[in-house]
């Protein structure tokens, strides 16, 4: 199966990254192609910048999803995550969405930590559109500052581990979520060093889309997520403008 | 006061239309400018739609917004209201979340009702964002075609009617929400052919958008509505990528 | 248009300074009228107490209600909301719920700040009155003595915008309600002093009856604010008991 | 111990087969005084006669209720329910709050079954101030005409029948409480009509009178059901002025 | 009437306590039988226990059951509880369930204490379970070491009087449950030393029960606790298999 | 790796069927094997049945989940599930619960189609456990009488693809889940027919644990699924009850 990692940030380094991590999680079978988004910010930290990244993210779907079978938008807080999977028909998976999901199956109370705390606003609002409120017990971030967004990972490991054995302590949670495409990889470095799973939510995510892919589940053409009627469009990026007119009725 | 309606659609007969309809909600001391989307689409019926014009909501206001006092979004849905919200200084309000919250003071259970079943994902999840699902008791639609959006509250004006009706009879219903910008001054109309109060979309926001000026609070300086720190961009319509660049400590 | 504002309590040195206060928040074309209530108590502190005024505020509004646009409930907790809503035709409006529903759009999360520990219960129940506990984070009382009730606001001027900080800082709210009639015009005195929006009940409410009343919205007919069939009564006083043993049928 | 019914109603009528029905609820030792209001309405159905009912309720219960054990409040709907239990330090019941307790233990989703529309608003306020919306599938009312509500247990009993057993098929639900004063009884004449249990408002309510007396708590120190300070009244019934003046310190 | 206690664990020390302790909770026509478990724990305290325990429960109610009014499952935690009231036609009452509902009654908001963190997931599950958990504020434990399961009410009795207290003005909670059956009893001898009521949940589970049987509610027929068809079985106990086996058709 | 599927029922022809079914789900290097419950019912319909399956399932992991990566419990409705991820230290995986979760990345809301009607308290029930009642629009029934369990998705097929159809269009729901173990296969065969994703549930297990095992987290050592203490046992099948001996400490 083929799957397509769209990485709704500027940054190319980020991207690399995620690609390498994410061999692990990877079934025999499963191949992954990374694309890092041509416009936009280096790294996305509020819901401003997310709703500008929602809309990058389709246009990168519409050029590039042919013939693949899953995505995966490869930032946690899912930019464009309902968008999309209104407009394409192949299955489309959220990281924060999909940690989460994963979480349920490993803790009744999970809480997600990150590095830095601009972005719990964003992150405690793709708690709430997940619906998942009921189980997420806290949204903790390091106050420490860091240097760069690409070390951040090694440069607050310390702190990033301390904070999570005092989630588990104080807010009685079952896992772990490190959260923020920054930390990918990290899970797995310090796992011994917290009593409850961790969850990485790349490994989370591809796990969630081949698991998708396998169950082989047709597009609706009805409901919720069905693709809406084709319509005039200005001033979008051309891929996208195309796929908005085309509509329904002649995909072919 | 002065107040800023930025329509995200791309017709301005809409935009004309909702001017004139907001007269009658306006106090003698309150000025109304209303804007057109430079791009986009002509009449936003999806999330994915939606996704878009909230990006561009973001670009009219980064381009227009100095010298109002607050700023109304007018799409029932709301694009890019909690991006808009954390990113500018002056009040920002929904179409559809101050109907809503208007509507909680005129009933304990409200419903909504428009003119396409196309919406009603979009509405739905309104509601939801709002947090008010608790008090919404129906989101509902007439199924019968139309032939303009300009139009189609004359053209459906029987059957808006009837169905609100039938909400109030089958779904206990307190209040009716006449939803969709094409049927702003609707509400109006047809006040006496409903036995419960309707509530105008547009005439909310502008007495939210007042009441909001009149209270005079300050911008959040904390919380989930302060505003973003600096940050570079790439490929943004330029007065937005000035103010994402600018950020909090050079606003002069 | 002519608002009344009735306050439950049986101070009026209350009532002049609500009358006062209201000024910044009426547009040009509004006029206030202010009552105090006959009989009760001079400060409602309990629920015991707001179920006593509630019935106090049906009886000041069945005396005085005529020729008015819409009516206000001049305490914090909204005695009596209900229960006028649907005895009356004209839009009443609660200081509590006016200035929650206010704050939504100035926050996602608000907490309520009042002057005495003895007003949480009262208060919570607002809150769960209004269906917006997953709003509100929390309601804090400062827990000093302090003199006169008339005095609180600058007598514990410092206590409270102490406590409002660290409800922001320790509860991560995005918006401050100051709550209880004794704090009107606390909220404009004091609003640099803290870094996110503060509401002022008592303004917020004129806004939201102003919103009302220019909506132009119809008396419910039908629904949970429906006026109840008329019905005989014993022991009540004089206004009360005309309006309810006339009843629907003969309003003239 | 001794039991204190308190019925809210001007009705003497409805007080008698209320005292008369409730012995076969009543253990060997149990011994239950009823009361009807001395001012009122001979019915309430409607959320603006609970208001008055409520104040009412404070002022039966400041008078009369030195040396009961427990008082239970006659009316499905718990007029004055929270406000007298904050106030007075007996256990007080209510029957609707009492009956949905013990629907809990007979079913996981109830009903509520009652015998006219109007008073339908009520009861579903009562079953949210109860915090049981979840377990509460829906509340149905009878709209065939009656003539006396002394009689309607024996006018409207096919009817009510029929609608319970609508309810059971059409709702999903595994027990139902058939609700208001006036049915008290029916359900133990027509409960072979009815697949699933029913309930009988008032004998749930002295069941779980007797619980609460049995179970020998102390009254409340402290906490949303602590006794009010004591504080000055105007224009009260003498014994609630008496009550409410004297405050907590000197009950002696 | 006849009331049967269940005790799941196999501890006949703890059923003796239990039965003992009953006493002052039953009316005077009112009659209590106590079982051990034959299969089990000692003392139940996991979810994985609890599984067990249940399944030890059914095994016990169909072995006994005949000629009871009543059966109560002596564990906080309620162990088989709905499967119970699905399989027999008796009602049969949970400590945890019957102390929160009653608890519901003595405060608006409760909270649960009890002697060891070990079970703490068990009795949180047991809230969900309830569909309690808005008006459960917490669940706390005290973190001492105790010798004996049989005097841990005596050893650590100063430390739960102290949690509770704690829970009390940090929780602000109205009602205190003491938790768990090696506690019963204890709450009536330190009623005195915790501001609001504590509840003993054998002592709320005997009132429940009386109170179901005085309410003389018929078995239900149909919803979620009407018997399912019987069905062959293998491997069970021999009452347990006879009473699956035979169903509902041949009770006789 | 190696995954343990345990069917708590005890007919093997089920088994074989689900072991055949499974073959599409798995990755290359994925390998299943599958379990019959020694003791039981044929068929768990009810949540009586299903606390003894609880049960069986716990002792059949006991003995046999030495060396397995991950466990699937065989039945939709997941007995014994928090149970078992409590008791054992690799990853357990539900039916139900999975095919949720997975249900919530195809449609925001999602429906439950089975095929007799005695299941749907146990269903209901399972959404509750999982937390996922917001999403989960309907359960629904066929109420076709059927001759075999082993050949319903064939004799009912049409009904079933009828009653998914109806849920779609009345229900408004995004996705179906075709539940119970007799339906496994059925979702593939019939996908065409319905016009939104069918969730085949034992597909969507072993796609979750699939995930779970390449996630690679740790067992908890913390938190709600930390294994109980070791504590004596009496009269439990011997695996289970060395299992619950031995404990914490000495498992090797």
């Known amino acids: 199966m083929r799957l397509l990692l769209v990485n709704p940030n500027t940054s190319a380094a980020m991207t690399a990254r995620m690609e ?11 191949h992954l192609t990374a694309l890092t988004a041509a416009r936009g910010l280096p790294y996305i930290a509020s819901r401003a910048e997310a709703q500008l990244a929602g809309a990058s993210v389709l246009e990168s779907l519409a050029e590039h999803q042919a013939g693949y079978d899953a995505a995966v938008i490869g930032a946690f807080g899912d930019p464009g995550l309902i968008a999309a999977r209104e407009l394409f028909d192949l299955p489309v998976v959220g990281m924060a969405e999909a940690a989460m999901l994963t979480a349920c199956q490993l803790g009744q109370r999970f809480g997600i930590v990150t590095f830095s705390t601009t972005l719990l606003p964003w992150y405690e609002d793709a708690v709430t559109l997940a619906g998942l409120s009921g189980r997420c017990t806290c949204v903790r971030a390091v106050s420490t500052a860091f240097g760069s967004v690409l070390e951040v990972q090694h440069e607050l ?17 079952d896992a772990v979520i490190l959260a923020g495409a920054p930390l990918t990889g990290l899970a797995a470095r310090v796992a011994d060093a917290v009593p409850v799973p961790l969850i990485d939510p790349l490994a989370a995510a591809l796990g969630q889309a081949q698991t998708l892919v396998r169950l082989g589940a047709r597009p609706a053409r ?3 997520f069905a693709r809406p009627p084709a319509k005039p469009a200005t001033g979008l990026a051309p891929a996208l403008r195309r796929w908005i007119e085309r509509g329904d009725g002649d995909d072919a």
Chains 1, 2, 3, 4, 5, 6 share one sequence.
């Open 157 to 173: 490991e310390a702190e990033i581990v301390a904070l999570a054995n005092r989630a588990v302590s104080e807010d009685g949670i």
């Open 222 to 224: 009805s409901g919720r």
């Open 20 to 30: 390498r991590e994410a061999a692990a999680a990877l079934a025999p079978d499963a």
